[in-house]
């Protein structure tokens, strides 16, 4: 076993101490397959289900529950609340429901944090959920218009003088879009544009991807990836699904015969060097040090010090680590060097080399960041070494949990103290929290 170097710890007075006791999800999955006839409330139900066997935690003792999600389905647009009751918490366990793009679970743990903190809770369980596999489709606006007048007329002659006014493109749907709403871009698009910005060749990133999806199907294989817990998936009656299905280690040949994705000809992002979209559900069992020592259980790590920033969301877009890791490494009174792990979000290969090479450059710290010097690129050997979101694919809302759950997971076989989890999200925002090994 590797020794651990023995450092401070990054306790302080006056402050509670928060731990994780246990992070679980159910195996992410390529829209469309094994959830494809679920609702998003199904995934996060299994995910607290799952954390239930898992800690066999009293249900009774969960003070409030949190849950991140990207695109809402309507019917159940405070999905904390539509899990909590069907995993059978009690109703007067309150839930609510937060929303930041790519890093919402992210939004969904700090937010128990802080009620932990401020001594208001001292259990909650965090988590978040996406399901890719069924959006919400709109009619257009115009017919939204017209069936809403519908529903208020009385007469037929009303009704039938409203319905004589549709015209043929009051029938054309409106598709959600992977797009700013600020810039009307793509979220791919943009991926594009940064990596050309940092000069990230097409190359680059496809070798990236490729080992993404190697060191994830190691990690799966070594059976590391052990917040995963089994669904049995209702109405299937012989589906079990017990592992993450978007795995998938090509060659740098296959990889290089994909055209651009986004920009043609000449772009650099494809489909095999992004994430895919991605069904799944995680969830956190948070607690107050004192709490969880007096139930008896053995915590995972420290929740210390976070932050979330904010860019430009037409250049900057996708370079929330860049600006979050100086910072919460200054909050947390550590270096680069200090960190044994990191877990990064990685929506496209492109988007995480152009972080690599931003974080590395003295003059964007200078130019854009108000730096003196830059803080530096994470070693690769420390970096996502049991996969990331380009293999085992991102449910939006989901992601940060596993990101949190995984650095801990890895600070304990490796024998480290701190790891850094950092994300992009969309609307140029950015997340960076540091986690500490609980003593072992």
């Not at 919400?136 to 319905?163: D, Y």
């Not at 080992?211 to 669904?231: C, E, M």
Request: charged content about 20%; overall charge positive; glycine content about 8%.
């Amino acid at each position: 076993a590797v020794q651990p170097k023995s450092k401070k710890t990054l306790t302080k007075s006056g402050v509670k101490n928060i731990v994780v006791v246990e992070g679980v999800r159910i195996p992410f999955l390529q829209s469309g397959t094994s959830y494809a006839d679920l609702m998003p409330h199904d995934l996060a139900r299994a995910a607290l289900q799952g954390l239930l066997n898992r800690t066999s935690v009293p249900r009774d003792v969960v003070d409030y529950i949190v849950y991140g999600t990207v695109i809402q389905e309507v019917k159940t647009s405070n999905v904390a609340r539509e899990a909590a009751l069907g995993a059978g918490f009690s109703d007067k366990t309150p839930a609510h429901t937060v929303t930041m793009a790519c890093i919402s679970s992210n939004q969904a743990m700090t937010t128990g944090v802080g009620m932990i903190a401020a001594g208001q809770c001292d259990v909650v369980v965090a988590g978040g959920v996406e399901l890719m596999s069924d959006v919400p489709i709109r009619h257009s606006r115009k017919m939204r218009k017209t069936m809403l007048t519908l529903n208020r007329a009385k007469t037929l002659g009303q009704k039938l003088s409203l319905i004589s006014k549709i015209r043929p493109d009051y029938f054309a749907p409106e598709l959600p879009a992977v797009a700013e709403f600020s810039t009307s871009e793509t979220m791919g698009h943009s991926a594009d544009r940064l990596a050309a910005a940092f000069a990230v060749s097409r190359l680059e990133q496809d070798e990236y991807a490729l080992r993404s999806h190697t060191l994830a199907k190691k990690a799966q294989d070594g059976g590391l990836l052990l917040d995963v817990v089994p669904f049995k998936v209702p109405g299937k009656s012989r589906d079990t699904v017990t592992k993450d299905n978007g795995i998938r280690p090509s060659s740098m040949e296959q990889m290089g015969k994909l055209k651009p994705a986004f920009v043609k000809p000449y772009g650099t992002v494809t489909a095999a060097n992004s994430s895919f979209l991605t069904d799944g559900a995680s969830a956190v069992l948070l607690m107050s040090e004192e709490k969880a020592l007096a139930m008896g259980y053995k915590p995972k790590a420290y929740l210390r010090d976070f932050v979330y920033v904010s860019q430009d969301p037409k250049d900057q877009l996708l370079l929330g680590p860049t600006y979050a890791t100086p910072k919460v490494l200054e909050k947390a009174g550590l270096t680069m060097a200090d960190i044994d792990v990191f877990e990064f979000h990685e929506a496209f290969a492109g988007q995480i080399l152009a972080n690599l090479k931003a974080m590395d450059s003295d003059w964007f710290a200078q130019n854009y960041m108000g730096r003196k010097s830059k803080v530096g690129a994470p070693p690769l050997e420390k970096f996502n070494s049991w996969g990331g979101s380009l293999s085992l694919g991102h449910p939006f809302g989901a992601t940060g949990c596993r990101l949190v759950i995984t650095a801990a997971h890895r600070l304990k076989k490796e024998g480290g103290q701190y790891g850094l989890v950092a994300a992009c999200a969309a609307g140029g925002q950015g997340h960076a929290m540091i986690v500490e090994l609980y003593p072992q």
